[in-house]
């Protein structure tokens, strides 16, 4: 079964810097329908004015992904780690027994575009943990790369939970395909673009939910079409 979220119906908050879509219930959004997915508990579609952001706040017993398209968003934590996470990084934060951090548009006059994303944990009580890993376009380009997955395999960010998590870029007529295992469920979310995937198309901000479904089949429809593919435990 394949079942569209679509993108103008997700929650929205709008502050004097932050416009954020949330594919589920976040902070003052609340919808007993979309509570998450699986491990998924948040998708945020965030874009944040120049030098403007998150301030110190804490996190724990979650997986927290940071997936940049656009600019860049400067990153510290009560760890030690301060970094900027440009477009095409992958960041983990794993808040653990806790942590705080701050996230903050780096660039003085161009906006930062993201996702951030919270997985819930294998178990709670992890010890904080990060790590940041670049992924350049022609690694996704046609195809599904890993940027995500349990064991850190074939160079990507080690996730505290059984799921591996993909991202692809699509030109028109570019297709891939994807096997669905047993008892898995895949959340896809089409960050810019347009995609078909079996029979249904997606525009920017759309997502599909799809249990029992055991072959995608996937082809863009506009240029630059990016999404990530979450395979998840049903």
């Known amino acids: 079964m394949l079942q569209v979220r679509q993108g103008q119906a997700r929650g929205r908050t709008v502050i004097g810097w932050l416009d954020s879509y949330h594919s589920f219930s976040f902070g003052d959004y609340y919808d007993p329908q979309f509570m998450g997915f699986s491990d998924l508990r948040v998708i945020n579609e965030d874009w944040v004015k120049p030098g403007e952001g998150f301030g110190m706040h804490p996190h724990r017993d979650m997986e927290i992904v940071t997936y940049v398209l656009e600019g860049e ?35 003085p006059s161009q906006q930062v575009h993201l996702l951030q994303i919270w997985i819930l944990p294998e178990r709670k009580g992890l010890a904080p943990s990060y790590e940041q890993i670049p992924f350049h376009p022609d690694e996704k380009r046609g195809k599904l790369r890993l940027i995500g997955s349990r064991d850190g395999r074939d160079g990507s960010v080690v996730i505290h939970q059984d799921v591996n998590l993909y991202a692809s870029i699509l030109d028109p007529g570019m297709a891939v395909s994807y096997t669905v295992g047993a008892e898995r469920a895949i959340w896809l979310q089409l960050a810019r673009g347009e995609i078909r995937v079996n029979d249904q198309v997606l525009k920017a901000g759309d997502a599909v939910s799809i249990t029992q479904q055991p072959q995608l089949e996937i082809t863009g429809l506009a240029s630059q079409s990016e999404f990530l593919l979450f395979d998840l435990r049903q």
Do not use: P, Y
């Open 73 to 107: 968003l400067a990153h510290k934590d009560s760890m030690g780690n301060g970094s900027v996470i440009q477009a095409g990084d992958v960041q983990r934060m794993t808040a653990g027994t806790g942590v705080f951090h701050s996230e903050f548009n780096h660039s």
